[in-house]
């Protein structure tokens, strides 16, 4: 994976370097390497990495076919889309996203959010009570 592909994957699923670095135990100044083309990442990291992009799409078609059943049953005008604050809630409900963080939750949503505007369906994006 080019050094420029591997950057937008991470920054696609919301992953700070920061983050990154704790989720796969690496040093910070490696991870820069990778991402400036001065060193290829390991293949295990980039399997790693589109690990969790499969996870975010897996997770956004479940929540966008869940939402279109419940508009075609209850004749919902709208979609409302619910948000974590907490890691702990986000792993309680998904326990997938354990180790992320939960601005990777928020892209799934925010991929939800495109398909049901691309529909012409009202959406909008709560935080969920605890």
């Known amino acids: ?18 983050t990154l670095v704790k989720v796969i135990d690496v040093d910070e100044r490696t991870l820069r390497k990778w991402e400036a083309g001065k060193k290829q990442p390991p293949q ?8 969790f992009d499969t996870l975010v799409n897996k997770t956004a078609a479940t929540i966008f076919e869940a939402h279109q059943e419940s508009m075609k049953n209850g004749g919902q005008q709208g979609v409302v889309l619910e948000r974590f604050v907490e890691v702990e809630d986000l792993v309680k409900a998904y326990p997938a996203f354990e ?4 601005m990777t939750f928020g892209v799934v949503l925010f991929r939800v959010r495109q398909k049901f505007i691309d529909l012409g369906v009202p959406v909008s994006i709560i935080y969920a009570k605890a």
């Open 1 to 18: 994976m080019h050094s420029a592909e591997f950057k937008t994957l991470r920054e696609s699923l919301g992953l700070t370097i920061s």
């Open 44 to 51: 295990g990291v980039v399997d790693t990495l589109e690990g």
């Open 99 to 102: 180790g992320l963080p939960t």
